[in-house]
């Protein structure tokens, strides 16, 4: 079972960046693909960026390329989201995800509750 907990959200004003962090424990974390979900008001769940745990393959949303950044430290078990020039409507709660075999898929194994990340105009 692996336990996911965010952080890193907050409110900021649009152009600004936010980096989210998502801490994991209990199993292999080197051995999981992540990723960083949003729900935005109103919305379904969005998967946003992906990154395997072979190799570091990384993938994204076309709404948010070039502008947010994922990345993971094995050693610390955490995957973090930098997020910069930041829109409006960016603005959601930000979701992590493990899961072993799937990658930009919107079934997960494994979720953390959520940060919120708020952008004003």
């Known amino acids: 079972q692996v336990q996911l907990v965010e952080s890193g959200g907050g409110l900021v004003q649009a152009g600004g960046s936010l980096r989210l962090a998502c801490a994991a424990s209990g199993g292999t974390f080197s051995r999981y693909n992540m990723g960083w979900f949003r729900r935005a008001p109103g919305k379904e769940r969005a998967l946003v960026a992906a990154?395997?745990?072979?190799?570091?393959?990384?993938r994204y949303v076309d709404s948010v390329k070039g502008r947010f950044t994922i990345s993971r430290d094995n050693a610390k078990n955490t995957v973090y989201l930098q997020m910069n020039s930041l829109k409006p409507e960016d603005t959601a709660v930000y979701y992590c995800?493990?899961?072993?075999?799937?990658?930009?898929?919107?079934?997960?194994?494994?979720w953390g509750q959520g940060t919120q990340v708020t952008v004003s105009s």
């Open positions: 995800a493990a899961d072993s075999k799937r990658l930009w898929s919107y079934d997960y194994d494994y």
């Open positions: 990154i395997g745990w072979v190799g570091g393959y990384t």
